[in-house]
T-cell receptor, first 111, second 114 residues
Framework: DQQVKQNSPSLSVQEGRISILNCDYTNSMFDYFLWYKKYPAEGPTFLISISSIKDKNEDGRFTVFLNKSAKHLSLHIVPSQPGDSAVYFCAARKAGNMLTFGGGTRLMVKP | SAVISQKPSRDICQRGTSLTIQCQVDSQVTMMFWYRQQPGQSLTLIATANQGSEATYESGFVIDKFPISRPNLTFSTLTVSNMSPEDSSIYLC???????????FGDGTRLSIL
């Protein structure tokens, strides 16, 4: 039972344009949602989070939107830069601070 | 955020053997976790490492296969026992500091079993 899904395995975007990464979940008990970025041979790096009681959180070029009724969240990166090329994981938190991860989306930002 | 060091960074092992992975943090942390990332897959939580008591394992993972120790608030080990090629994965340690929401990860141990 995949509780967190990222349906797009890859995304290609031109430098300077917006990147939109999507994530869907099924469990209403998640209280926070997080986005991580992962480069090869490195551990995931935390980017941004959002509480389940919010619908938007912004940090610099990164904005996360949460639609609870649709059980959907998205990460917007604007403007996209070549250094943003990585695999992005959506994660959902439940009691005990445990995270459930989506399958990841590989973002490629072309110069 | 905390600096997390994992050793070894990679290893190639023979089937049937065991390997212990170490996770050292430069400050005391509230919680420590161990994850596995199989080739082409996402991260899956193996267990929560509890300080001074037995780890809490997720469904599908057992203590006999993945014994975990956490003797203090800055250090934990994960042993992968009686390894088979199916155990070839990246194993990652993560921590939570204080009341923070986010987990922070080490760079992982890339394990290959022949």
């Amino acid at each position: 039972d995949q509780q967190v899904k990222q349906n797009s395995p890859s995304l290609s975007v031109q430098e300077g344009r917006i990147s939109i990464l999507n994530c869907d979940y099924t469990n209403s008990m998640f209280d926070y949602f997080l986005w991580y970025k992962k480069y090869p041979a490195e551990g995931p790096t935390f980017l941004i989070s959002i509480s389940s009681i919010k619908d938007k959180n912004e940090d610099g070029r990164f904005t996360v939107f949460l639609n609870k009724s649709a059980k959907h969240l998205s990460l917007h990166i604007v403007p996209s830069q070549p250094g943003d090329s990585a695999v992005y994981f959506c994660a959902a938190r439940k009691a005990g601070n445990m995270l459930t991860f989506g399958g990841g989306t590989r973002l490629m930002v072309k110069p | 955020s905390a600096v997390i060091s994992q050793k070894p960074s990679r290893d190639i092992c023979q089937r049937g053997t065991s390997l212990t992975i170490q996770c050292q943090v430069d400050s005391q942390v509230t919680m420590m976790f161990w994850y596995r990332q199989q080739p082409g897959q996402s991260l899956t939580l193996i267990a929560t490492a509890n300080q001074g008591s037995e780890a809490t394992y997720e469904s599908g993972f057992v203590i006999d296969k993945f014994p975990i120790s956490r003797p203090n608030l800055t250090f934990s080990t994960l042993t992968v026992s009686n390894m088979s090629p199916e155990d070839s994965s990246i194993y990652l340690c993560s921590v939570v500091t204080g009341p923070a929401i986010a987990q922070h990860f080490g760079d992982g141990t890339r394990l290959s079993i022949l």
